[in-house]
């Protein structure tokens, strides 16, 4: 498989807004889903190590992932970030993860 970028800080803490934005939000959240990939085994090798922090070079490429990550991130990671983002949850929020993971790795 091509290697290609699943998503970048820079693509949303750069991104022109009309609105007051808090891009902030955006390195806690990548900070949380790296870390909740990595615990659950769907990273190939660690994005960050443990107190590195989140810049806008940050980013999750295809080749970052397991088979099974890259089937993660397709079922849920839009989703869950647009919620965090929309402040509907919060980057520690797992619940919309856990419940995307549990369905992946349920027996067929």
């Known amino acids: 498989m091509k290697d ?5 800080a820079s693509w949303h803490t750069q991104k ?5 934005f808090d ?5 806690k959240y990548f900070r949380s889903i790296i870390d909740y990939m ?11 190590v443990a107190d590195q922090e989140v810049t806008d070079d940050t980013q999750i ?11 993660f991130v397709k079922a849920v990671y839009g989703k869950w970030t647009d919620k965090v983002v929309d402040g509907k ?3 520690d929020d797992y619940k919309l993860l856990d419940k ?5 790795r349920k027996p067929k």
């Open 4 to 8: 290609f970028p699943i998503d970048k």
């Open 16 to 20: 022109p807004r009309n609105y007051e």
């Open 23 to 27: 891009s902030t939000i955006i390195y």
């Open 38 to 48: 990595f615990a659950n085994g769907l990273l190939n090798n660690p994005i960050l």
């Open 61 to 71: 490429m295809a080749s970052d992932l397991t088979p099974e990550g890259f089937q």
């Open 89 to 91: 949850i919060s980057p």
């Open 100 to 104: 995307a993971l549990k369905k992946i």
